[in-house]
């Protein structure tokens, strides 16, 4: 199982970016996704969440109304639109397919490397 992350980069106050994260090795569509993001020195934190249909989606406060999660499960790709980003959004931000279980097996979470987001005059 492998995601790969892309479309980081530099980019002004209250501009966009569209984060992408491709899927491979895993059957995509049965696995809740999150995009994550850290800052050197502190913990990672939740910025969003899609369910596996891609019918349910959740938002860290400090992303609502800005920030977009969505799903394609035939492309195996998750995105997040960013819009009106600010400072405080610069980190490196990391997609994360959650853990599942079964009856007779759990298959662990798995995270991509990263892709950097700098928000800057």
């Known amino acids: 199982a492998q995601l790969v992350e892309s479309g980081g980069g530099l980019v002004q106050p209250g501009g966009s970016l569209r984060l992408s994260c491709v899927a491979s090795g895993f059957s995509f569509s049965a696995y809740e996704m999150s995009w994550y993001r850290q800052v050197p020195g502190k913990e990672r934190e939740l910025v969003a969440t899609i369910n596996s249909l891609g019918s349910n989606t959740d938002y860290a406060d400090s992303v609502k109304g800005r920030f977009t999660i969505s799903r394609d499960n035939y492309k195996k790709t998750v995105a997040l639109q960013m819009n009106s980003l600010k400072a405080d959004d610069t980190a490196t931000y990391f997609c994360?397919?959650?853990?599942?279980?079964?009856?007779?097996?759990?298959?662990?979470?798995?995270w991509g490397q990263g892709t950097p987001v700098t928000v800057s005059a």
């Open positions: 994360r397919r959650a853990p599942l279980v079964t009856y007779t097996i759990t298959y662990p979470e798995v």
